[in-house]
């Protein structure tokens, strides 16, 4: 069981997987920067988030509803929840759809996020939930996750590797890549110029133990 302050936002599950030292700049530093990526992303999940219940073909859709799971200690909500219609005689089916601006990324950070908040839902609504799916704005597709013991035991694994990380108030170094472009933190991370100053802090040191 967990206090109310150690509760962790399941958020921060992803910016940890896609990247520690973006989530150690915004949940330890308390670092952000807009960008149009960010700007687009928030409008979206803010109209995700507004509270709103409708029906259509068997489905019940509910948005914004708030999470948490005491046994894991962690909080949020949920873009979009759906309530399936059961054939007769069966319960009623959760399915998780969380809303992401961009694109699939190369790891499974979104997949341990959609799995984050299930977990939380199952604990909630003593349930049991077999899939969800991700939303990505920028090709407009629906993509459906298998909520395989795979991936719930990678997400419990990056659960308990978080907060130590967040308790620790330690920011890694950072390492550039591909995805560091269209980070809203690059201008603060700095990720090519403090790497290209540490090679050339090591290769100062390697000609002073070299003489």
Same mark, same amino acid.
């Given at each position: 069981?967990?206090s109310? #302050?150690e509760?962790?936002?399941?958020?921060a599950?992803?910016?940890f997987?896609?990247?520690?030292?973006?989530?150690?700049l915004?949940y330890?530093?308390?670092?952000w /920067?807009e960008?149009?990526?960010?700007?687009?992303? *928030?409008? %979206?999940?803010? #109209?995700?988030?507004k509270?709103?219940? &409708?029906?259509?073909?068997?489905?019940?859709?509910e *948005?914004?509803?708030?999470?948490?799971?005491?046994?894991?200690?962690?909080?949020? *909500?949920?873009?979009v $929840?759906?309530?399936?219609?059961p054939e007769e005689?069966?319960?009623w089916? $959760?399915?998780?759809?969380?809303?992401k601006?961009g694109?699939? !990324?190369?790891n499974n950070?979104?997949?341990?996020?959609?799995?984050?908040?299930?977990?939380?839902? &199952?604990e909630?609504?003593?349930?049991?939930?077999?899939?969800?799916?991700?939303?990505y704005? !920028?090709t407009?597709?629906r993509?459906?996750?298998?909520?395989?013991?795979g991936?719930? /035991?990678e997400?419990?694994?990056?659960?308990?590797?978080?907060?130590?990380?967040?308790?620790?108030?330690?920011?890694?170094?950072?390492?550039y890549g591909? !995805?560091c /472009?269209?980070?809203?933190? %690059?201008?603060v991370?700095?990720?090519k110029i403090?790497?290209k100053?540490?090679?050339?802090e090591?290769?100062i040191?390697q000609?002073?133990? /070299?003489l």
């Amino acid at each position: 069981m967990y206090s109310d #302050d150690e509760f962790l936002p399941i958020s921060a599950l992803q910016h940890f997987v896609f990247c520690p030292r973006q989530c150690a700049l915004i949940y330890i530093e308390q670092v952000w /920067e807009e960008n149009l990526l960010t700007a687009e992303g *928030r409008i %979206m999940h803010e #109209d995700a988030h507004k509270e709103r219940i &409708e029906t259509r073909s068997g489905v019940r859709v509910e *948005r914004g509803i708030f999470l948490r799971s005491e046994k894991l200690g962690l909080v949020g *909500r949920a873009d979009v $929840v759906e309530f399936h219609k059961p054939e007769e005689g069966r319960e009623w089916s $959760v399915f998780p759809v969380e809303y992401k601006h961009g694109r699939p !990324k190369g790891n499974n950070c979104d997949k341990i996020q959609l799995c984050a908040q299930a977990l939380c839902l &199952e604990e909630m609504l003593k349930t049991d939930i077999p899939a969800g799916a991700l939303f990505y704005g !920028k090709t407009r597709h629906r993509i459906d996750v298998e909520l395989t013991q795979g991936l719930r /035991e990678e997400t419990l694994d990056a659960v308990a590797r978080l907060r130590p990380f967040i308790s620790a108030g330690w920011t890694p170094a950072p390492v550039y890549g591909k !995805k560091c /472009e269209s980070c809203s933190l %690059m201008s603060v991370c700095l990720p090519k110029i403090i790497q290209k100053a540490a090679s050339v802090e090591r290769y100062i040191q390697q000609a002073v133990n /070299e003489l």
